[in-house]
């Protein structure tokens, strides 16, 4: 079935350090990908996205790239933040009306 | 509202009750999806709805689970006779976009914490 592995947290990094977190997927079409995030005490929020194969998601200093060949969207940034501890969720959509998420990884930046 | 807003946000039910919970989705918002997130994990998908017509339910676990959406805005997730598995919180999202376009976004409540005892 339609599923989504993500790296297992949780992760802790220094501030400027960084980041990937690895998401793969399994679909039975050409889904659109997802990266979600959950603040503290907050809702789920996307974060990018991507449609297609080869498309770059961006948003806020994260980036992914859609790699159909190896089935992964894994997601990136340069230099994290304090402000970036949150718990990110990748996701999968193939209908638009059903998303699969993987089950999160929690991210601590420390100063 | 300017978000999707979700009622309780807490809710303690003792084993065997009834509960009903809320979701006031974004105005003018087609599509509406229920979740439930079990700690520790990704949200699993409950059910769909395209206005008031519920389009999937293949989700709710059981026969207890029901949802409705009877004037294609609010919408209320009820669960009865409740046991212990279902102690989660339930996410209920929404989305303006019409099922089958892939660029759909969903905008997520913060949800509504379930502990049954």
């Known amino acids: 079935g339609d599923s989504v592995t993500q790296m297992e947290g949780p992760v802790t990094l220094s501030e400027e350090a960084f980041l990937t977190i690895n998401c793969t997927y399994t679909a039975t079409g050409y889904p659109s990908l997802f990266w979600y995030v959950q603040y503290p005490g907050e809702g789920l929020q996307l974060l990018l996205k991507?449609?297609?194969?080869?498309d770059k998601g961006s948003n806020k200093g994260f980036e992914a790239t859609y790699r159909k060949e190896t089935t992964s969207f894994h997601l990136e940034k340069g230099s994290v933040q304090v402000s970036d501890s949150a718990v990110y969720f990748c996701?999968?959509?193939?209908?638009?009306?059903?998303?699969?998420f993987g089950t999160g990884t929690s991210l601590t930046v420390i100063p | 509202g300017a978000g999707v807003s979700q009622s309780p946000r807490y809710k303690v039910a003792k084993r065997g009750q009834d509960v009903a919970l809320r979701c006031d989705p974004i105005s003018g918002h087609v599509s509406l999806f229920w979740y439930q997130q079990a700690l520790g994990q990704g949200p699993e998908f409950l059910t769909y709805?395209?206005?008031?017509?519920?389009?999937?339910k293949s989700g709710l676990p059981s026969d207890r689970f029901f949802a409705e959406r009877p004037e294609g805005s609010v919408s209320t997730l009820k669960i009865q006779r409740t046991q212990q598995e279902d102690s989660a919180v339930y996410l209920c999202?929404?989305?303006?976009?019409?099922?089958?376009?892939?660029?759909?976004?969903?905008?997520f409540g913060q949800g509504t914490r379930l502990t049954v005892v």
């Open positions: 991507a449609t297609k194969a080869d």
């Open positions: 996701a999968l959509s193939l209908t638009g009306n059903q998303f699969y």
């Open positions: 999202a929404s989305s303006f976009r019409w099922w089958g376009e892939l660029n759909t976004e969903a905008f």
């Open positions: 709805f395209q206005n008031e017509a519920q389009l999937d």
